[in-house]
């Protein structure tokens, strides 16, 4: 993902969780707030420590941001996420976490 499609300083994630709406679903929780100034979506994930150790939590980020670049046409501009991953998503290969990113873009209209 390049790395103008990222979310990463502190600040831009407490503007989000501040200021933004959130949808869940089982697997994860989805932050999202409106930004007119940019061109693009930017992402931001957190993958907590208790759902396993570096090598899950990794392969979970890398299945949500390919998901991300797929539906990249399809997902909503002008928007910052943030992605949180609940426990159930370690058990799940990438066709299951990209059905359940669907999931929770289209449960907050976010996705055409």
Avoid: W
Avoid at 86 to 109: G, N
Wanted: glycine fraction near 4%; charged fraction near 30%; proline fraction near 1%.
């Amino acid at each position: 993902m390049k790395k103008a499609y990222r979310l990463k300083k502190n600040e831009e994630f407490q503007l989000v969780f501040n200021k933004g709406k959130s949808f869940a679903n089982r697997q994860l929780v989805l932050y999202f707030l409106k930004k007119t100034d940019q061109q693009h979506f930017r992402v931001g994930l957190s993958v907590s420590k208790k759902i396993g150790n570096a090598v899950v939590r990794n392969q979970i980020k890398r299945y949500i941001k390919q998901a991300f670049l797929e539906l990249d046409g399809k997902v909503a501009n002008n928007y910052d996420f943030i992605l949180i991953a609940r426990k159930p998503v370690k058990d799940m290969d990438y066709h299951q976490v990209k059905k359940s990113l669907i999931h929770v873009l289209s449960k907050s209209k976010l996705i055409k």
